[in-house]
């Protein structure tokens, strides 16, 4: 479910959402106009009333489309730190501020990521460092958090600890290349 779209749907049933850019969760009534402006990393981002919300996958059968499928965990395998960080990174790169269609490592938000074994000897922990394009913005706690469910989902995977830091701060430099064409800002 990687694309950006502008499709009106009638909402199928009551939703959770989260309120863009403040994070404030809100319940969608059904039988409400959406526009879905963003399907990207396993979310939508929407448009009801004039106001924009971020509507977790699971919940995509109240926009009329298949919800993610429920992945439970697998069992950890002897993974190696070189799997699981790639693991990590790939996960990451599914994380989508609900703004800009630009996952979040292409942005520039991860300012660090650390993987320590923890004492189930095949497990890990991932200690990550994110900012987010304003430090006004109230989406860092369900960013924080989607980052965290995907993370844990990592078989080996068994601590995650997201830090959101400030300094320095973010600004259109820590984009990457392929993030700065897509947006268009040179």
Known sequence: MD??????????????????????????????????TQALGGSYTVVVGGNMYRIDGKDA??????PLAQQGKQAASAATRDAVEEQVWEAL???YDPEIPVNIVELG???G?????????????????MTLTAPGCGMGDYLSREVEQKLLAIPGVEQVDVELVWDPPWSRERMSEAARLELGVF
């Open 61 to 66: 059968d109240a926009l009329g489309k298949q």
């Open 109 to 111: 938000l991860i300012y």
């Open 93 to 95: 790169r599914t994380c």
């Open 113 to 129: 990521c650390e993987l320590q074994p923890v004492d189930d000897p095949r497990g890990w922990r991932v200690q990550l460092q």
């Open 3 to 36: 694309m950006e779209t502008r499709e009106q749907v009638t909402l199928a049933r009551d939703v959770e959402a989260a309120l863009v850019p403040v994070g404030d969760r809100v319940a969608l009534k059904a039988g409400e106009r959406a526009v879905i």
